[in-house]
Structures are given as C-alpha cells and as structure tokens.
C-alpha cells in the first residue's frame, strides 16, 4: 500500500484482486469423499462432496456419485467418444525394417 494511498481506494482495488483470483480458479469444487487419493482418475466411481464459494467459505451444496456428475455440475463438458469411421486419425508407423543407427543388436 503506498504512503499516499486512501484505505478505501486499497481495499477496493485488493477485492478487485481477490475477485479476479477467484474468477481462474473457481467458485465451485469437487472433494472426493474416498480416504486417499484425490486425483479423479484415482477413485472414479467414489462419491464427491460439491462446493460452492459464497464470498466467505466454502459451503456444500450436494453430493455427487462419481466423477462424471461431479465435472457437470462443475459445467465441464463431458469428452466426445472417439470414432472409428474413415475420419479418425490413423495409427503412427512402427518402425521400418534394418538394424538403425541407435537400435540396440
């Protein structure tokens, strides 16, 4: 805070600040409830904990059965399926024939 600085004036810009934080990383969560881990690729059938940031804490709202309903009420959209039709994308090429230069004997 500068010497010149109003209090008023600082406390604004920091909750200009703080608000800006919470805009990347978030107002909603997702705890899993599961002992351990908390990655969600870990447990993804355990049961999370959904929370909500109200400007003071973080209060729960619900609960989710798993991973899937836990990323939609966190409004992340679910991945598309992958297709086998003429448009994926194919197979890189293995390795051709002979010894190579670094290929071990």
Known sequence: MAEDEPLHEWA?????????ERQITGTRRA???ADGARA???TP???RALLEWDGQ?????GVAPNADAAREFLGHEPAPAPENGPAAQ?????????RGRH???
């Open 12 to 20: 604004a810009r920091r909750d200009r600040r703080r608000a800006a």
């Open 31 to 33: 705890v899993p409830l």
């Open 40 to 42: 969600s690729h870990v």
């Open 45 to 47: 059938n355990a049961p």
């Open 57 to 61: 804490t973080w209060v729960t709202v």
């Open 90 to 98: 194919p197979a890189p090429p293995g390795l051709g024939p002979g």
């Open 103 to 105: 290929r071990k004997p």
